[in-house]
């Protein structure tokens, strides 16, 4: 069973940053694309970044430039490093697999005032 358990948000000032952490198990994650995604207050929940198993990388143009996916294979955890923050970036961030879509984890809160 797959469980997806994320860590580190916080309330920010924009213009800061936070790096979200994304623990795996029940995978073998060495072999997976990860994703974050985010949910924005009232919108539909939305890929932000993922990295492939080989480690190339892709983002929603709304955070290209300023977040950077990476992963450790070695403690099956999957990071999102958020600079230069903005209000728009406040959401629920949650980690997931793009193409083998599994349960949710509880997510974690980002908040960014102006």
């Known amino acids: 069973q797959v469980q997806l358990v994320e860590s580190g948000g916080g309330l920010v000032q924009a213009g800061g940053s936070l790096r979200l952490s994304c623990a795996a198990s029940?995978?073998?994650?060495?072999?997976?694309?990860m994703g974050w995604y985010r949910q924005a207050p009232g919108k539909q929940r939305e890929l932000v970044a993922q990295?492939?198993?080989?480690?190339?990388?892709n983002y929603a143009d709304s955070v290209e430039g300023r977040f950077t996916i990476s992963r450790d294979n070695t403690k099956n955890t999957v990071y999102l490093q958020m600079n230069s923050l903005k209000p728009e970036d406040t959401g629920v961030y949650y980690c997931?697999?793009?193409?083998?879509?599994?349960?949710w984890g509880q997510g974690t809160q980002v908040t960014v005032t102006s």
């Open positions: 997931n697999l793009p193409y083998h879509i599994s349960s």
């Open positions: 029940g995978i073998i994650f060495s072999l997976r694309t």
């Open positions: 990295i492939t198993s080989g480690g190339s990388t």
